[in-house]
């Protein structure tokens, strides 16, 4: 009787199981449904037709792992309430814009960028490229705001003419980075934390042993920040005619011309030349339905592209007839293992260029990097593929985005050119290594740990304080990971192990400082790197193939339903508050790294721009 009883309370749990899979899956089934219903009935009433509406919702991205039509949905579903995470596609954007410059039916582009969240200055650079050839072909841009922010500013300076809201606001106060700094609160939780780095600049622990920025990391700081507020003056003092003075004076000044029109900003931003028009929100409508001729218009996200660039799938093209240019991207922390929404997995990427390796079409990688770094041994496992490519005579040349520091850059050494923005925050060539340990905060509430091990080496626990012989060890291999560094850059940039030793030491650098290191061939964009890398496979007529960064089915299905599920607390809390997501970033830090060794390269002084 027990038996049959234990029989059947496992088949009912097992029935329970299967019943509760097979919700989930109708209920994806439903969505999935609902989803192309919407989409289908949507597409077919859009018009394709009048005013290009530049309305960029959230963050500029490489590359999502979310399709845009989930925003969508997640739109009508929640009342279009504003996401300012939502990720876009940079290179798609840009795409629909170069179709936008010679489509007939489309008579300019209207920037409307309230809710736009911004992305790094090298990804508005680029988008900002192609709103000029845009302007080239003869069509006009205007641009309407009720408060223009530095990143939004800096397209809309782009525009023939920029209007602003009677109460609106035009802030350009200057770029500042900024950390928070936890060795207080791991005090207070009696946490010890043991560090073990190489580099006088290596500041990617300060926050976990410090409760400010060294001094170390502020004179770095500010040799690449510095700089780049000046590219961004001078980008914008270049497409407004005006000088920098007007654009940003000193603090003193600014209030003393504030004063002059008692304080009210959108005047002051009129008076010096930084608007063209103060309107509301409907007198601007109306002057650009007069201007345009039409009342017809298309979001930027409901504009249709009529051809789409191949993917490469499992490594295989639908079309073999033309010789392949690739592009892979790194986004993210490098980690071992598989990618994530969040993360550049190794394993993933190694995979996606063997692939590549082993497809005969394939003549010259573009590699994509935006990533501070990370694993050590996952760098590696990159790097190490991208070398077996080379071997093939396959060149390699290397875009870097925003940010392509420490791990970044470890992968960028096995490449033949190198092209970087010239606001491109790269270098960090040093290394380190980080143990938390809770012996002082479990033996607080009465927890121990003991016990017997062969050798000082043997017994390694976060419940107990690492031995001074393992101290020696981990310090050992951090000395020999750094040297290894240095010699990849020494090796794959010509240089002495001692200059590459000299602007190494975890120094950061911006585009220019590191080409004139160096460290990087030339400025420019992906599409140079494109370019240069048709030149070095000899080709002259091929195709593109824009990667996208795999992560398995499950993942990506979840990625793409979360964003049409309701927010939590914490979620809202993480898109409304800056600064709840800058701790998020500090604290998973050590969740995300997971090398084998304990040893990372990788840039937190590479701070967010704000």
């Not at 009883?5 to 989930?24: A, P, Q, S, V």
């Not at 629909?96 to 309230?114: F, H």
């Not at 600014?254 to 007198?283: C, H, P, Q, W």
């Not at 002082?440 to 976060?462: E, F, K, R, W």
Request: proline share 3%; glycine share 6%; with cysteine.
């Amino acid at each position: 009787m027990f038996v049959w009883h234990t029989i059947c309370t496992g088949l009912k749990y097992i029935w329970k199981t299967l019943n509760l899979i097979r919700i989930i899956f109708l209920n994806i089934v439903f969505f999935f449904c609902l989803f192309l219903l919407i989409g289908l009935s949507n597409s077919e009433n859009i018009p394709q037709s009048g005013v290009l509406i530049l309305d960029i919702e959230g963050v500029l991205v490489d590359t999502t792992n979310v399709d845009q039509d989930f925003y969508e949905l997640s739109k009508k579903l929640s009342g279009n309430k504003f996401d300012p995470s939502r990720e876009n596609s940079l290179f798609e954007l840009t795409k629909k814009i170069d179709q936008a410059t010679s489509d007939n039916a489309i008579k300019g582009i209207i920037l409307k960028l309230d809710k736009f969240n911004g992305g790094s200055l090298p990804s508005l650079e680029y988008l900002a490229k192609h709103l000029k050839q845009f302007k080239a072909a003869g069509k006009p841009i205007y641009a309407y705001g009720s408060k223009f922010n530095q990143k939004q500013y800096y397209l809309a300076s782009l525009a023939d003419k920029i209007y602003l809201s009677n109460i609106g606001s035009v802030e350009i106060f200057g770029f500042a980075a900024n950390n928070f700094y936890f060795k207080s609160l791991l005090d207070n939780l009696k946490v010890n934390t043991y560090v073990y780095r190489v580099g006088t600049y290596k500041s990617a622990v300060e926050p976990y042993i410090r409760d400010d920025m060294s001094e170390e990391a502020k004179l770095n700081t500010r040799r690449w920040l510095m700089p780049m507020w000046k590219n961004y003056l001078s980008d914008i003092s270049q497409q407004r005619d005006i000088p920098n003075d007007m654009l940003a004076p000193d603090s003193d000044t600014f209030l003393e011309r504030l004063k002059m029109v008692s304080g009210n900003l959108a005047e002051y931003a009129l008076e010096n030349k930084i608007i063209d028009s103060i309107k509301t929100n409907s007198e601007f409508e109306q002057e650009m339905k007069a201007f345009f001729n039409t009342n017809d218009s298309v979001s930027i996200y409901d504009y249709q592209l009529q051809t789409n660039e191949q993917q490469i799938i499992d490594g295989q093209s639908t079309m073999n007839h033309k010789p392949e240019i690739a592009i892979v991207f790194v986004n993210g922390t490098i980690v071992k293992g598989d990618s994530t929404n969040d993360t550049a997995g190794s394993e993933t990427i190694a995979q996606q260029i063997k692939k590549l390796t082993n497809n005969s079409n394939i003549r010259a990688v573009v590699l994509r990097i935006n990533s501070p770094g990370g694993s050590v041994d996952g760098s590696e496992e990159i790097r190490s593929e991208l070398a077996a490519l080379r071997e093939k005579d396959i060149p390699v040349v290397v875009s870097m985005g925003g940010l392509a520091a420490s791990g970044g850059y470890w992968i960028a050494t096995e490449s033949d050119y190198i092209y970087a923005s010239s606001n491109t925050i790269t270098g960090s060539i040093g290394i380190f290594g980080i143990l938390p340990n809770f012996e002082n905060s479990l033996s607080s509430i009465g927890v121990h740990t003991d016990g017997v091990a062969t050798s000082p080496l043997a017994s390694l626990s976060v419940t107990k304080a690492p031995s001074e012989q393992f101290n020696q060890l981990m310090q050992m291999t951090i000395n020999n990971g750094y040297d290894m560094f240095i010699s990849l850059v020494s090796q794959s940039r010509n240089m002495n192990y001692e200059a590459v030793d000299k602007i190494a030491q975890g120094q950061v650098w911006l585009g220019e400082q590191a080409k004139e290191n160096g460290l990087v061939d030339e400025i420019g964009d992906i599409d140079n790197a494109v370019l240069k890398a048709a030149t070095l496979a000899g080709i002259t007529d091929y195709t593109i193939y824009w990667q996208k960064q795999d992560i398995n089915y499950f993942n990506a299905m979840l990625n793409n339903y979360s964003a049409i599920l309701p927010k939590s607390l914490t979620q809202i809390l993480y898109n409304e508050l800056p600064m709840v997501k800058e701790v998020k970033q500090r604290m998973t830090l050590l969740e995300n790294l997971n090398d084998p060794q304990n040893r990372y390269i990788y840039c937190l002084n590479c701070a967010e721009v704000n």
